[in-house]
């Protein structure tokens, strides 16, 4: 059974389902190359709200890997280099292949650079454009705060039909959408199941 083009639609999360994370990628590797403990590069990151800012779009790409490499005391490189690396380390998942046969009805909702994302996408055979990719830095939220959740669900609802499936692997991610009456998908057994558990919901 194929889902058809006028099923609800399917909003996916993208790091972690359909790409890789390039930052859980990355921030192991700096830590090896500057000496540090992965737990301690992770918190460093974390800190003084300096993830939260790359998130919400409150500091440039460039802004913030000067403040990372700070925070780290180790020259991670030149910013075109790092944005590059990003790029790369956001490899295409199992997930991509699976959403392909409703790629009409899929919008992307992501904790993510549009810099970096977009790009990576582009890579892919996914063939969904950047008018339905709804990145977290574009709207000054992110996941799981409920403004990011009520910013896609305006997007989206002006062009697609309700209720929406939502795909993530992050279950603290599901709990704002389905406040909002969003049907929740967890993927977390892998992509081969991932289509099945769609046609449930």
């Known amino acids: 059974m194929t889902p058809d ?16 994370d390039g ?3 990355l921030l192991p590797q700096w830590a090896e190359a500057s000496g540090l403990t992965a737990q301690d590069v992770v918190s460093r990151y974390r800190s003084n709200g300096l993830r939260d800012a790359l998130w919400t779009g409150g500091i440039s790409t460039e802004t913030f890997w000067s403040r990372l490499s700070q925070a780290l005391d180790f020259d991670l490189g030149t910013p075109a280099h790092l944005d590059q690396l990003m790029i790369d380390a956001c490899s295409p998942l199992p997930a991509i292949a699976t959403l392909q046969s409703v ?9 993510h650079r549009a810099e970096w994302v977009i790009p990576a996408l582009r890579r892919t055979d996914l063939g969904i454009g950047a008018d ?15 403004s990011f959740y009520e910013h896609v669900d ?10 929406f499936v939502y795909i993530d692997d992050q279950a603290a ?5 389905a406040e909002l009456g969003w049907r929740t998908v967890l993927l977390d057994s892998g992509s081969s199941t ?3 558990q769609i046609l449930l919901h």
């Open 23 to 25: 930052m859980r990628t």
């Open 132 to 146: 339905r990719i709804v990145c977290s830095s574009l709207t000054g939220s992110c996941k799981p705060m409920r």
């Open 5 to 20: 083009s006028v099923g609800p639609a399917i909003i996916c999360d993208v790091g972690g389902v359909l790409l890789e």
């Open 154 to 163: 305006s997007v989206v609802g002006d062009a697609a039909r309700r209720p």
């Open 103 to 111: 790629h009409h009805r899929l919008w992307l909702a992501t904790n």
């Open 194 to 196: 991932l289509m099945e």
């Open 173 to 177: 991610n599901l709990e704002p959408a």
